[in-house]
């Protein structure tokens, strides 16, 4: 299987920070990888496929890239709605997900 | 609009067996590939598997091959899960996901579920 790392496992920042999750593959994605933001009592959604391709919907301060073994979600003005757990999951095989990084607004 | 909804969980003592059942609308069932997703009471996602959308073809995770079955019903919109030999590490939220497919294959899902809890206890 090939495992995701993710750094770090929360961070806590203010709004309208920028602020980045990394992600690392344990063998070369290419790009395929995408980013996922979870509140509680509910379901992943997806923002960002391809490593860098924004979902229909997502708001503009997302941003991904990256491809092989390191990937980056960026958050471009931390909004408190972004307050959430972030995972990145990698789909070149059987897919793997990372272990979530919370992100806090403080 | 793209409605997934499970039922099914509940509570079961190790070694028993759940049907999960994942009803959709809103979109054209037969045209797409169903995914089912685990997430564990530590928060971990972990994918289980993969079903195409004519029932055909299925992928399992090692950690439950030979001990769930997949399958569909296209006539209902629906997609089963069958888990027999549970264990207490399968205690998870399970979530069915509409799959979106690559080049790579069928493991990405932007449609979701709400989720159903299954708990294996004794």
């Known amino acids: 299987d090939i495992q995701m790392t993710q750094s770090p496992s929360t961070l806590s920042a203010s709004v309208g920070d920028r602020v980045s999750i990394t992600c690392r593959a344990s063998?070369?994605?290419?790009?395929?990888l995408a980013w996922y933001q979870q509140k509680p009592g509910t379901a992943p959604r997806l923002l960002i496929s391809k490593a860098s391709s924004l979902e229909s919907g997502v708001p503009s301060r997302f941003s991904g890239s990256g491809s092989g073994t390191e990937f980056t979600l960026t958050i471009s003005g931390l909004q408190p709605d972004d307050s959430a757990t972030y995972y990145c999951h990698q789909y070149v095989t059987f897919p793997t997900f990372g272990q979530g990084t919370k992100v806090e607004i403080k | 609009e793209v409605h997934l909804v499970e039922s099914g969980g509940g509570s079961v003592q190790p070694g028993g067996s759940l049907r999960l059942s994942c009803a959709a609308s809103g979109f054209t069932f037969n045209n797409y590939a169903m995914n089912w997703v685990r997430q564990t009471p530590g928060k971990r996602l972990e994918w289980i598997s993969v079903?195409?959308?004519?029932?055909?073809?299925?992928k399992y995770a090692d950690s439950v091959k030979g001990r769930f079955t997949v399958s569909r019903d296209n006539a209902r919109n629906t997609v089963y899960l069958q888990m027999n030999r549970l264990f207490a590490e399968d205690t998870a939220v399970y979530y069915c996901?509409?799959?979106?497919?690559?080049?790579?294959?069928?493991?990405?899902?932007?449609?979701w579920g709400q989720g159903t809890l299954v708990a294996v206890s004794s």
């Open positions: 079903i195409d959308w004519s029932g055909e073809n299925t």
């Open positions: 063998q070369s994605i290419s790009i395929w």
């Open positions: 996901a509409r799959a979106d497919c690559d080049s790579t294959g069928c493991y990405r899902s932007e449609y």
